[in-house]
């Protein structure tokens, strides 16, 4: 076997941040088991994300030039390929919608076992000791993989992007699609609710949850961001109420944010929220519950009523 191979993923011309993310963990249990780092692009632009992939803790980039965007049977058909001919000991995809869509394929292809929604993986005593939060993201779960080869699925944001300055070889794989078993093709892509800012970019968010209690209290949040500059979101109960619209939503059906600063008002941290923002750099916090779950992965934390915390806010940066 020749250790840990990652699939990386991009969408419209564009690597996702998951796919540097990959890169971290792979390295990690690479190094647990004295092997090395593959890391394999399909489609797209294989040159240019093969240059972009090439980071700290690559050994070797296979680039498989078929098609522009995911496609589920080419991506089962090239990955169950790869791994027949590096025979890594695990297989690494996120935890997205797309690596969700092909790799129980290719584990039942290669009859592997599967371990999905990750947010740790480790070498233990020559065991993979896979790690999932339960309990609405109340405790973490260690799981041992009872056989190697396996394929596992990492959420985004566990894991820090790998760092620039890799030297690792470029390689053009070896792999043969069958057309005939291809059932679909992607045509274009339709923007849904894209609304008038992208809160992925945003440096500072300020989020707003089921606390806020009525619709007429967005004003003040919105003060809150008039003073500060920041941008706001909010978690899914607020758009399902219709008060924000999607391109807003934080979390594992809205979007992932990685800000300098996450302000979250009245949210009490589902596991689905913590989700798409814990890559936050600093998280700040505001419930009147302690025992809330946002304050588990806080940086700072307020016990308090937000009517009363948020006028103090502005008073201060005002």
Known sequence: M????AVAEHRQGELRDVSYQLI????????DLDSAVHVAIIGGEPSTFAAQLDREGVDVVHTVAEGDEFNHDVYTQAVEQLCDQLEPEVLVTPNSVNGLDYAPAVARGLD????????????????LIATRERYGSKVEADLEVAELPCLLTLREGEWDPAPDGGHAEIREADVSIDGSAVGSTVTGFEAVAAGDVDISEAEFLVSIGRGIDEE????????????TGATLSASRPIVDNGWLPPNRQVGQSGKTVTPDVYLAIGISGAVQHLAGMKGAETIVAINTDPDAPIFDVADYGVVGDLFEVVPELIDAFE
């Open 112 to 127: 592997w076992p599967i371990v999905t929604n990750l947010v740790g993986a480790r070498i233990e005593e020559g065991s």
């Open 2 to 5: 020749s250790g840990v191979l």
């Open 24 to 31: 971290t963990a792979a390295r990690r249990l690479a190094d």
């Open 216 to 227: 007429e209290n967005l004003e003040l949040i919105e003060e809150l961001c008039d003073v």
